[in-house]
């Protein structure tokens, strides 16, 4: 059985950088992809960015060409490493490794 555990949420200034961690552990027996997901009070769950185990990117249209997404697979984590920040980006952000194993979700704020 695979558990993912994110971490790197917090608050930060518009215009500002953050980079999220979630690492894999557990049974793991082969690579799969994973992502990155957001949800607030008022907005269903959508993707921001997922990564294939080759390596392969799909971003939201709204974080495209100011967030990355990456992976080190020796460690089984993945990263998203988010720039020029929105008070719209504020959300709760859920790593997914695919198909279907969710974390419990980090909190990114972005507020003056």
């Known amino acids: 059985q695979v558990q993912v555990a994110e971490s790197g949420g917090g608050v930060v200034q518009p215009g500002g950088s953050l980079r999220l961690s979630c690492a894999a552990s557990?049974?793991?027996?082969?690579?799969?992809?994973m992502g990155w997901y957001r949800e607030t009070p008022t907005k269903h769950r959508e993707l921001v960015a997922d990564?294939?185990?080759?390596?392969?990117?799909n971003y939201g249209d709204s974080v495209k060409g100011r967030f990355i997404i990456s992976r080190d697979n020796d460690k089984n984590t993945v990263y998203l490493h988010m720039n020029s920040l929105k008070p719209e980006d504020t959300a709760v952000y859920y790593c997914?490794?695919?198909?279907?194993?969710w974390g419990q979700g980090t909190q990114v704020t972005v507020s003056s």
């Open positions: 557990g049974t793991i027996t082969s690579i799969y992809a």
């Open positions: 997914r490794y695919y198909p279907n194993v």
């Open positions: 990564i294939t185990n080759f390596g392969g990117k």
